[in-house]
């Protein structure tokens, strides 16, 4: 919000306006990050790897917005190129009163960098979060307004029905969203998701550490932005009872997760349980290999804290991960199907006293980030 009330100033009076209206919440926010926020927690920094990805990240955001504010898949390109040629051919307003339209849609590619900069790590499907499409339509809306305005000025029969076209869309699109949405909570509340949902809710109210963006949702049942949302506002109920199985049982969908690079810091490398030590090759390094002679090869690994694992695969294919807790090994989750892509790619766990067993399809994957126990009757 500084930066947009900057940018109008900048554009109709000049940089030293510009510079008298940002100046002190800067100063403030400063002092701020300086005096408190230091040291704080913050997400996983973007390596350097990551960086390329960052157009995506926008590109995705904006268009993501604009397709399911419109409810036509594909529209959101083709308004970004018009609207962005349209506020270029009218550059000229830009320094009147119409500053506000231009700053604003200038404002919706440096949001999404600076989301992206510390959430791209999580891929460029987390830019198509609802709050963020929120923001996005916010800030396109004063531009949007003015075309429409200037075009029913010059044509005003095509600018109504311009104006009637677009409005009858969005007013489908809402119908056709909210029957979405009925049908995915109706058979949600009857099923035995109700108990993984809630074992869901009841981390994200604790603030548990999440391994997955808002965009990833539980199967049959709400995304957790929206599970988020609805926590807030008070519409999902968070005093119901829940067992530490569904808590396990929603650890799977929102605590594990595979990613292009290391969500996680570890602390203690996680462990390979002893029962799984013959079916693994120590290749030293903290670096293991699968050694199953059927091709299908198990690892089970102790993670005693949150972390991340490298995983090293030869070729692209499905594997499934079930967790339990350490105190009730025996006590697996169901199955969940994770896909390894070629090459490097980290395993994310962060449910901490936990054991996970990965089942891969192929005995060609390698795993590093992890410990070894020492042999039978040894201490490890």
Do not use: K
């Not at 962005?84 to 320094?95: D, G, H, K, P, Q």
């Not at 339209?101 to 999404?112: I, K, R, S």
């Not at 396109?140 to 075009?151: D, F, G, K, M």
């Not at 025996?330 to 089942?359: C, D, F, K, Q």
């Amino acid at each position: 919000m500084v930066a947009l009330c900057g940018l109008v100033a900048l554009l109709r009076r000049g940089p030293v306006a510009a510079l008298r209206v940002v100046s002190v919440p800067a100063l403030v926010f400063l002092a701020w990050l300086v005096l408190i926020a230091h040291g704080a927690p913050s997400a996983t920094p973007t390596t350097r790897q990551d960086l390329p990805l960052l157009a995506q990240y926008v590109w995705t955001g904006i268009t993501a917005a604009l397709d399911g504010t419109t409810g036509w898949a594909g529209v959101g390109a083709l308004l970004v190129l018009v609207l962005s040629a349209w506020l270029y051919r009218e550059r000229r307003l830009a320094a009147g009163p119409q500053a506000l339209a231009f700053a604003a849609a200038l404002m919706v590619p440096v949001f999404f960098l600076g989301t992206g900069v510390a959430r791209v790590s999580l891929g460029a499907v987390e830019a198509t979060s609802s709050r963020f499409a929120y923001v996005c339509v916010a800030l396109v809306l004063p531009a949007a307004a003015l075309a429409l305005s200037r075009i029913s000025r010059r044509s005003p029969t095509l600018g109504r029905g311009v104006v009637l076209a677009a409005a009858a869309a969005w007013a489908v699109n809402g119908v056709a969203g909210l029957a979405v949405l009925t049908q995915t909570f109706t058979p949600f509340m009857t099923t035995e998701m109700r108990a993984t949902t809630l074992g869901a809710a009841r981390l994200i109210t604790a603030e548990a550490p999440l391994a997955v963006g808002d965009t990833v949702a539980l199967p049959d049942g709400p995304s957790v932005g929206l599970l988020r949302s609805m926590i807030q506002t008070g519409a999902f109920p968070t005093d119901l009872p829940v067992s530490r199985a569904d808590l396990l049982d929603a650890a799977v969908y929102l605590q594990v997760s595979v990613t292009p690079t290391a969500l996680l810091p570890t602390g203690r490398p996680p462990t390979v349980l002893p029962a799984y030590r013959a079916m693994v090759r120590d290749d030293g390094g903290g670096c293991i290999s699968a050694a199953s002679p059927t091709g299908q090869a198990e690892v089970g690994l102790d993670f005693g804290s949150a972390g991340s694992v490298e995983l090293i695969s030869e070729t692209s294919g499905s594997s499934s991960l079930q967790l339990a807790w350490v105190a009730s090994p025996a006590s697996l989750t169901a199955a969940r199907g994770l896909e390894i892509p070629a090459g490097p790619a980290y395993l994310n766990v962060s449910a901490a006293g936990t054991i996970a067993v990965l089942t891969f399809s192929a005995a060609s994957e390698r795993l590093c980030g992890v410990a070894m126990p020492g042999p039978a009757g040894a201490a490890p």
